[in-house]
């Protein structure tokens, strides 16, 4: 497995089906239910999950980026806070065993499909 990133956005709040929990951000909820996924996995030392404080999406919670060096970069939108963990982490399980990243379409889930806002090419090597 190759080593990736999950950037997730710890101000999104809560989506307006989902209620508040813990007096959490719902994207801190949301990395919360991560970490214990990624756990669950064996996943902690692969996929380094970084908070960040927003990107710019605030209308469509909860956002997230999943990147590597020499790999696509997916910017996933409208992450159920509460429902989408383990459809996630499956889903960086996958983005770190195939070659460049790339997750055939037909092996995401409905809920990867769905929240798919962009996927980047990845970055030229520095020379
Ligand atoms: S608060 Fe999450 S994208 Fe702005």
Do not use: W
């Amino acid at each position: 497995m190759i080593p990736a990133t999950l950037f997730v956005c710890s101000l999104c709040r809560f989506s307006a089906t989902e209620k508040s929990r813990g007096g959490l951000s719902g994207g801190q909820y949301f990395i919360n239910q991560l970490q214990t996924e990624l756990a669950a996995r064996n996943l902690q030392d692969t996929v380094h999950l970084q908070p960040v404080r927003c990107m710019a999406a605030c209308s469509r919670p909860c956002n997230v980026t999943l990147g590597a060096p020499d790999r696509l970069t997916f910017i996933l939108s409208g992450l159920s806070t509460t429902e989408s963990a383990t459809e996630l982490v499956e889903f960086c399980q996958q983005y770190t065993t195939y070659p460049g990243g790339r997750v055939p379409f037909k092996e995401r889930s409905a809920v990867i499909r769905a929240a798919s806002a962009f996927i980047l090419p990845a970055l030229p090597a520095p020379n």
